[in-house]
């Protein structure tokens, strides 16, 4: 989708910017690791066509993605000069599928690409960043958020269920479940048996505010 195509978000440790073509080299190492394309549900690519699929995220009007970048732990001020914001180090994506427009359910997934890089709050503070962007730009109304997640991948349920999001679905015959945004409603309609869950502090992120977060990326 073009509309996030010159637009950056300053968060407090990561920073989102438009997936483009000087991305694509690192994104395709990523890509290699058996265990990212089992858990992001993907096939691998040729380089040639990690560049095609580039083009479509920028030019489909059914996707939107960012890229992640890390905040220079040194940096003073939100917003970065050029330089310095593209000399920052990729750490991930985040991304919206709309199968059906914006009248259906927008698909939402997140990668941290390394383990060194998980556990250091960047997934929460970006997919914050980008449900507030998604449901206040586009906008996508937030009961239309939803994830679609493999059963084992308890890092990723636990933390979209962090943000607000309840499991509405298992679909044991795919050894997935469907979790969608909805803002205090109690998990009770589904059967989770079976899924290692705890209990989790919901981080509001509709409360966030991209005031002075925002910047062009050229
Ligand atoms: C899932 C993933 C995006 C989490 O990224 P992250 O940057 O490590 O997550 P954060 O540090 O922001 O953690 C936010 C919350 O998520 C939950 N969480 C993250 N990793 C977890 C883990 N290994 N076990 C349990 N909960 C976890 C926690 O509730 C955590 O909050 P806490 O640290 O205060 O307890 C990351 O593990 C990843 O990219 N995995 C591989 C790709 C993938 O599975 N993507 C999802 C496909 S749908």
């Known amino acids: 989708m073009r509309l996030n195509e010159n637009t950056v978000?300053?968060?407090?440790?990561?920073i989102l910017v438009p997936y483009r073509a000087e991305h694509v080299s690192t994104?395709?190492?990523w890509m290699k690791s058996p265990e990212l394309l089992q858990?992001?549900?993907s096939e691998p690519l040729s380089?040639?066509?990690?560049?095609?699929?580039q083009q479509k995220w920028h030019l489909d009007e059914d996707k939107l993605t960012f890229i992640l970048?890390?905040?220079?732990?040194s940096s003073t001020s939100i917003i970065l000069p050029a330089e310095e914001l593209h000399s920052c180090r990729m750490v991930g994506d985040v991304?919206?599928?709309?199968?059906?427009?914006?009248?259906?359910?927008?698909?939402?997934?997140i990668m941290i690409a390394s383990k060194e890089d998980r556990r250091r709050g960047f997934a929460r503070e970006a997919l914050s960043l980008f449900l507030y962007y998604l449901t206040t730009t586009l906008p996508l109304p937030p009961t239309s958020l939803i994830a679609r997640i493999g059963s084992a991948n308890i890092p990723s349920i636990t933390l979209f269920r962090k943000l607000g999001f309840v499991i509405t679905k298992?679909?044991?015959?795919?050894?997935?479940?469907?979790?969608?945004?909805?803002?205090?409603?109690?998990?009770?309609?589904?059967d989770i048996a079976g899924l290692k869950l705890?209990?989790?502090?919901?981080?509001?992120?509709?409360?966030?505010?991209?005031?002075?977060?925002?910047?062009?990326?050229?």
């Open 9 to 14: 978000i300053y968060g407090d440790r990561v």
């Open 27 to 29: 994104y395709h190492e």
């Open 39 to 41: 858990l992001t549900a």
């Open 47 to 53: 380089w040639q066509e990690e560049m095609e699929m």
């Open 69 to 73: 970048l890390e905040r220079p732990p």
């Open 95 to 109: 991304n919206l599928f709309l199968p059906d427009g914006l009248e259906g359910d927008g698909e939402c997934e």
């Open 170 to 190: 298992h679909v044991k015959v795919f050894d997935e479940v469907e979790l969608r945004y909805s803002a205090g409603a109690m998990e009770d309609s589904v």
């Open 198 to 218: 705890g209990a989790v502090e919901v981080f509001d992120w509709e409360n966030v505010s991209l005031e002075g977060r925002k910047g062009k990326y050229d």
